[in-house]
């Protein structure tokens, strides 16, 4: 049960001097499991395209299959609900809709709305706090006086305590730190590994990318232009180029170490493994 | 939240949009204090002739002012049943029930209508062909002379200007913030009391905390260049009145004129 686009378009502000075509004819598949990245310059249609997922946007041509639903252009959807609890879609800087007056209560508020009992949805609230690495001492404190770092993760965990099923999240390391995108993207990786979520991520970070995705979409003008695996996009930094992408740091290392005359495996994929084997070849033609 | 017409900015390239601001709501106000003049039907065929020539000069769409007028509708009905009610004089045309309706009672019904949206088309019109900080210029510019009775026209004009600025930025946070909660599973259309009174207090306090945020941020970077309210200072864009403006303002005042003589010296 994938997620599948099928000549999906989005027209904003139809009729109107304002018309904005952000989709046209879309074909898409992501894979059930997957961590797919979705990248592509600003204005691509990246951030259209994820909103159609949870139908928060829906299609003005075209039909979009989430899991057993569809939703088609000109009809009206049906079960709603059901596919924003399956479906979590984490915004871009989500730490702007934190309301509530505690961070346990806040964490709350989305499985409550999905009809389940206070006291459980606390239980979950608390689970994906924790998921998230914020202790218990913060359950009680207001939301709005954490660290930019520490919202986001509050409304990250706001999302995750839904259960849903397939993650959807939009540029979710944007202006934090380095430390604290590396473990998010680590805590992302936990919950498709361990935990089974799909994830579709829009980024704009190669290195995240390479390192922790399986999958990638490159949006390119409304449409997606390269649906491929990531070991495929980054074999060597042609396709990156093609598409005006600065490759990750390890991939222009081994291109200039390919262009010196040294052989490199394809499959290599970190920074130790490349090193002993350039170490090997240097002995060798000592 | 997009279908909002009226006092839109619509941008296009015509020669009205290219008028200077103080002309046209110089123009504006003319043509307004015109249409309140007892100049018959023969006054309101000439403002309607000289409006439609403004708007079909300045390239908007028929249905994009007759989408500014909609709302009017409502009045139109409101007023029809107000008047019937109230005015008796004139000929009776026909009878619902006991209640009879005369001819004054349409007729003052029309006038008023016919004023009122004389007034939309022009303020449409003018909203639609001038850019919102151009028209803070002009109307800093035309409000100049009150300073000496103590008018702080150009804190007018920078509030405003503020003011307007923020509308589309606070719209787009609305609508994420919509978004974002309604990923959250909140239904803004149904479901019981207390839920929608949560639903709506998960977008105003969000809301509220970003506008603040916005506020706090403009405010800071505002100072840090220098900004000082009251202290003299030049223009980027300097206003300039060219031929065509002064023939608008001529045309409008002459438009005046003659609802002056048609109401009182004919």
Known sequence: MPIKFEHVSHIYSDGTPFRYVALQDTNLEFREGAFTALIGQTGSGKSTLVQHINALLLPSEGTVYVM??????????????????????????????????????????????????????????????????????YDERSPLELSGGQKRRVAIAGILAMDPKVLVLDEPTAGLDPQGALSMMKLFRDLNQKHGKTIIMVTHDMEQVFSFCDEVVVMEDGRPKIQTTVQEFFRDSSLCEEMNILPPALIRLKDALKKNGFEIDEDVKDIRTLAKLTAKQVKHHG | MGNITLGRYIPLDSPIHKLDPRAKIGAMLLILIAIFFPAGWIGYAIIFAAVSYIIIRSRLSISFIWKSMRPMLIMLVFLLIINVLVIHTGVPLFSIGPLTVYSEAIL???????????????????????????MTLGLEDLLKPFEKIGVPSHEIAMLISIALRFIPDLIDETNRIIKAQESRGVDLKEGKL?????????LIVPLFVSA?????????AMEARGYQPGEKRTRYKVLKMKGADWALLLGAALVLAGMVWLAYFR
């Open chain 1, 68 to 137: 057993d639903r569809e939703i088609k252009a000109g009809s009206e959807p049906k079960g709603l609900k059901s596919l924003r609890k399956d479906v979590g879609l984490v915004f871009q800087f989500p730490e702007y809709q934190l309301f509530e007056e505690t961070v346990l209560k806040d964490v709350a508020f989305g499985p409550k709305n999905f009809g389940i009992s206070q006291a459980e949805a606390e239980e979950k609230a608390k689970a994906a706090l924790r998921l998230c690495g914020l202790s218990q001492e």
């Open chain 2, 108 to 134: 003052q019904t029309l006038y008023i209508v016919v004023r009122l949206l004389l007034m939309i088309m022009i303020t449409t019109c003018l909203t639609a062909t001038t850019k919102p900080l151009d």
């Open chain 2, 194 to 202: 207390m839920e929608r009174i949560m639903a709506i207090l998960s």
């Open chain 2, 212 to 220: 603040f945020q916005r506020a706090e941020d403009l405010a800071n």
